[in-house]
């Protein structure tokens, strides 16, 4: 991941910032068009508590580190609460990120990858986690190549990016093997390997506080930090998720038509990748190689030895660049092929980059899949006076305070229908037509109530997973 990590031409500052108002613009609009979904609502909730306290008091309930809610609350400060004012971090992130790519061909893969526009324009970590770890990975190689004037950022980077996720620790411990590995194998790299240790405790160290009060005791809690499926079809799915995510969002064919056939144009590219780095194994293509498949594949056996530790499409945002690397290289690779082999990389580059920006394109143009702004905007146009509305509150473990949705997305002069959360259900049930939005999950006896009162039953999806429901009374209708 160092200038002399050969993949594709290296970039020219021009060329950066030409990328930079590309990505920018993209985002920037993505900002708007993409609604805010179920965890970006918990992160909000933690960013409007009143006090620095509370909000590390909610945060330790949680199963997060602080960081990225202190980067929300401070953008929520200084700008307010639209859409772009709180995906204001992870934009910049992703614009950092876009800085910090060092090859051609992943600098423009970053701006076609549907993952890292779902990822830089949405107010959760996963941002900051994806820049801070191409950030890691590039001083650790620039480094180990004979550079070590930056090795010190390597103190700020680990404190960051331990209090942005803790998935970071998985990175940093692969990218420790590596370091290790590659000194024992050369003896030119000792110097420069033991030239990492006191910056990485450094940072290390630095996490200790809240390693002991906040760590500690959201291990100790129980929450389900993500998904539960770690079976190996999902764990060959997320690196396909790094292009080609939520291609559903265009219809079954999209997925079929488009992302397929990228996906597997991407897996060519990836294995010539490979090949061309590990045939060169200087410590750039190492490193790139460790965090692209190294840490999804470290990280999906701890998660099946220890449950609570989970694999999550979000999780791999920290192999984002690496992978783009690793895919330049194998599209590099043509420099070196000839006959079938230069037509068949050529090929796979050109779908890949054409697939992947018309998924974009799909994503770009959706709400998203869990289309909170459409569910209350379809409840907006077809209320009328003596309806009831039941709010899910999204953030269970702060019910009266959590944000619902309505109150982000509903005029604050909308009167119709009149609102209620869930825990007080039996009084909607008064009400001779109930309305509620379900994005995955709605607890059960309320259903039951609301279907035990009222016969007629109606549902609308909206999005990816979203759906709108009406309860009324039989004879009104």
């Known amino acids: 991941m160092s200038s002399r990590l050969p993949s594709s031409p290296g970039v020219s500052a021009r060329e950066v910032a030409a990328a930079l108002a590309a990505a920018a613009a993209l985002w920037t609009v993505g900002c708007f068009t993409r609604s805010l979904w179920g965890d970006e609502f918990h992160s909000l909730h933690h960013a409007r508590l009143d006090t620095l306290g509370e909000l590390f008091a909610s945060v330790r309930s949680d199963n997060h580190p602080p960081l990225s809610f202190l980067l929300l609350r401070a953008s929520r400060a200084l700008f307010g609460e639209s859409q772009l004012a709180l995906r204001l971090p992870s934009l910049l992130a992703g614009l950092a990120f876009v800085a910090l790519v060092p090859r051609r061909a992943a600098l423009w893969l970053s701006l076609v990858s549907s993952y890292a526009l779902m990822t830089f324009t949405e107010a959760r970590m996963y941002a900051l986690l994806a820049a801070l770890v191409l950030a890691l990975g590039v001083v650790v190689a620039r480094t180990l190549d004979g550079e070590p004037r930056g090795r010190w950022l390597v103190a700020p980077l680990v404190v960051a990016g331990l209090h942005t996720h803790y998935y970071f620790v998985h990175n940093g411990f692969v990218l420790a093997l590596v370091v290790v590995a590659l000194a024992a194998a050369r003896q030119p ?199 009831a509305l039941l709010l899910k509150p999204i953030w269970d473990l702060d019910p009266e305070r959590s944000p619902t949705a309505w109150d982000y997305y509903a005029p604050a002069t909308a009167s119709v229908p009149s609102t209620y959360p869930t825990w007080r259900f039996r009084e909607a049930l008064e009400h001779e037509r109930v309305w509620i939005f379900v994005r995955y999950r709605y607890p059960q006896h309320v259903v039951d109530a609301l279907r035990a009162s009222h016969s007629r039953h109606t549902a609308v999806p909206i999005g990816g997973v979203m759906s709108v429901h009406l309860f009324e009374r039989a004879g009104e209708r």
């Open 189 to 387: 790299l000792r110097p420069r390997a033991r030239s990492l240790v006191l910056p990485a405790l450094a940072g290390a160290a630095a996490f200790v506080p809240w390693l002991l009060w906040g760590f500690v005791e959201q291990i100790g809690h129980g929450l389900s930090p993500g998904s539960d499926d770690k079976s190996l079809a999902r764990w060959l799915q997320s690196f396909a998720h790094l292009l080609f995510v939520n291609a559903s969002l265009g219809g079954a064919w999209v997925t079929r038509a488009v992302a397929l056939p990228g996906a597997a144009a991407a897996a060519v590219l990836a294995v010539a990748g490979v090949v061309r780095l590990a045939r060169r194994a200087s410590p750039g293509a190492v490193v790139a190689l460790a965090l692209a498949i190294g840490v999804p594949v470290w990280a999906v056996l701890v998660a099946w030895v220890w449950p609570r530790a989970h694999y999550n499409l979000h999780y791999v945002a920290g192999s984002l660049g690496a992978a783009f690397v690793v895919l330049g290289a194998g599209l590099g690779a043509r420099r070196a092929a000839s006959g079938a082999g230069l037509v068949v990389l050529s090929i796979c580059g050109a779908v890949v980059f054409v697939t992947a920006a018309a998924v974009t394109a799909v994503n770009l143009a959706s709400p998203g899949i869990e289309d909170y702004r459409g569910a209350i905007a379809h409840v907006l146009a077809h209320a009328e006076p003596g309806d």
